[in-house]
């Protein structure tokens, strides 16, 4: 028999994350011969250590907070997406010409935000306004400026917002203060909030709304009180959790040439909280 690919996730906390329940549940529904684990990782040499990753043999890494600056770091060839971005969500093997495993650095957050995104909504809006300009806020920037869509950016501080807008050449209407959005977001047909709030116990307050969709990048107990409050204003909201979901299968797809069932992944998390 094959040796079973051994995968994991980094970060640092990582006891949290949900990959290894995602891409267990997809080696066993294709039958596949592979193992998926939580690695800890503090920050004092994870450059090195991610690197050593692919010299012991890894088969593929997906990286969470904080090390998805050091991934890029430590990749030995980018790909667009992730070089533009900034960040490194998937780490995928390759040899070089000296024969050494190394890592090609993958960013598939934008493209599972989009995902999540079409199942949301089937026309997308001219102008869709963005909360927040941290790593995250990056990847779905790119993706929207991959559909063509202008962002009105709101931030705590305007001046990261602006650095974000001139590096990833963003197409936008306004650049401003996170304390205008009761005004702004009033009339918004798509709000896509990257704010990380919810991790330190706070929420964010939408304004009132007749038909607005409202997406939050985070899942679980960081986005319920948020996620309630935008739907008590009227709402339509979503979670991060199809983002997460996305990303996991569009890494799996660069690591197996396999699209994962997506939907079942999702009805095997939403079913267990
Ligand atoms: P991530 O990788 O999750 O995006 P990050 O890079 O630290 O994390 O970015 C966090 C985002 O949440 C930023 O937009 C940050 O605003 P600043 O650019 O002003 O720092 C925003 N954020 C975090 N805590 C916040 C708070 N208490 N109030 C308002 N915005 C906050």
């Known amino acids: 028999m094959a040796q079973a690919k051994t995968f994991a996730v980094i970060g640092h906390p990582v006891t949290h994350s949900l990959s290894p329940r995602i891409h267990s549940f997809w080696y066993e529904c294709l039958g596949l011969a592979a193992t998926y684990t939580a690695l800890d990782l503090t920050e004092e040499n994870v450059v090195e250590d991610i690197r ?28 667009d997406a992730a070089r533009l971005i900034g960040a490194v969500n998937t780490l995928v093997p390759r040899v070089n010409a000296k024969g050494q ?32 300009a941290g790593g995250a806020a990056r990847a779905v920037a790119y993706a929207l400026k991959s559909r063509g869509v202008t962002l009105l950016i709101l931030n705590r501080t305007p001046e990261k917002a602006q650095d974000m807008v001139q590096e990833l050449n963003l197409d936008v209407s306004r650049v401003t203060h996170l304390d205008e959005l009761p005004d702004l977001a009033r009339t918004a047909p798509l709000v896509v909030n990257t704010i990380s709030l919810g991790h330190s116990g706070g929420e964010l307050m939408m304004p009132m709304t007749d038909s607005g969709v409202f997406m939050d990048i985070s899942y679980g107990k960081a986005a319920d009180a948020t996620l309630a409050n935008a739907a008590r204003s009227g709402w339509k909201t979503e979670d991060g959790l199809p983002m997460l979901i996305g990303q996991a299968a569009d890494a799996f797809h660069l690591w197996f040439g396999i699209q994962p069932d997506r ?3 999702i009805e095997l998390i939403r079913s267990s909280r």
Do not use: C, Y
């Open 263 to 265: 939907d079942a992944a």
């Open 101 to 132: 495993r190394t890592w090609l650095g993958e960013n598939t957050d934008w493209t599972g935000f989009l995902w999540s995104l079409d199942r949301m909504i089937s026309q997308l809006p001219e102008e869709v306004v963005l909360l927040g």
């Open 52 to 79: 050593a990753l692919a010299r012991a043999g890894f088969a593929g890494l997906n990286v969470t907070l904080p090390h998805k600056l050091a991934a890029f770091e430590a990749s030995e060839n980018l790909s």
